[in-house]
């Protein structure tokens, strides 16, 4: 009886310690998400311009936002030794979610080139 429950005790101990082990990211984690978002939404672009969808000038302020995004990005990352810490992913996610707003709305506005 004492033994089973020093193992109960022992595993309601160590379970959380274990989870928050799994859900810590590690540096560099989610880095690749943030490259990947700025594929698509490239893709988004060109795929906007190449449909008619995007004027010139709104396809032009979106590659500027894009490119000031990118800036950013490693401005970040050059003050942090090549990483971004995670304020700054979080900083980073916000600008990418704008941005995708905005190429949806210009793509949806009726406006053809």
């Known amino acids: 009886m004492n033994l089973t429950r020093?193992?109960?005790?022992?595993?309601?101990?160590?379970a959380p310690a274990a989870i928050i082990a799994q859900t810590t990211p590690t540096p560099g984690q989610h880095d690749y998400n943030i490259n990947q978002r700025?594929?698509?939404q490239q893709g988004?672009?060109?795929q906007g311009v190449k449909s008619g969808q995007l004027t010139a000038g709104e396809?032009?302020?979106l590659e500027h936002q894009e490119a000031g995004i990118n800036r950013?990005?490693?401005?970040?990352?050059a003050q942090d030794n090549g990483h971004l810490t995670s304020s700054d992913r979080k900083t980073l996610h916000q600008q990418q979610n704008q941005e995708s707003r905005r190429i949806y709305?210009?793509?949806h506005n009726n406006r053809v080139r």
């Not at 020093?6 to 160590?14: H, V």
């Open 38 to 40: 700025k594929t698509d």
């Open 105 to 107: 709305r210009d793509k």
């Open 72 to 77: 950013e990005e490693r401005g970040m990352r």
């Open 59 to 61: 396809t032009s302020r």
């Open 44 to 46: 988004r672009i060109a």
């Open 6 to 14: 020093l193992i109960l005790i022992a595993s309601f101990t160590l």
